[in-house]
């Protein structure tokens, strides 16, 4: 099953932030991801407004995640990304039908 990685970042150091974004590409594609967005310009419909940058990827399912935030090369890349940002970094699995999805209780 699909799943979706959305992060959202404050960037207070952006040098250094762009040694994080430049490592990452190739990590996100071995392990099947592929960016949808990366850092696009937002605007918001409803509530606080947010000015941040925001990134959402897809995986081919939650086990690629997981091995994608675990790569040696991934985690050496994030000291650069926790250096110069704040932020969250959330996963949902996609159940691919949003005509008629199940109810979730």
Avoid at 6 to 18: E, G
Avoid at 22 to 37: E, N
Avoid at 80 to 100: D, P
Wanted: include cysteine; hydrophobic fraction near 35%; charge should be negative.
């Amino acid at each position: 099953m699909v799943a979706y990685v959305v992060c959202q970042m404050s960037v207070h150091d952006p040098t250094t932030y762009r040694k994080y974004t430049d490592l990452t590409p190739a990590v996100v594609k071995r392990h099947g991801g592929r960016f949808l967005t990366r850092g696009d310009p937002i605007s918001t419909l409803e509530g606080e407004a947010f000015k941040d940058r925001m990134v959402i990827l897809e995986f081919p399912s939650e086990e690629a995640v997981q091995a994608w935030y675990k790569d040696p090369d991934y985690v050496a890349a994030m000291k650069f990304r926790h250096a110069a940002s704040v932020g969250s970094m959330i996963v949902q699995e996609g159940r691919g039908n949003t005509e008629n999805p199940e109810p979730n209780v």
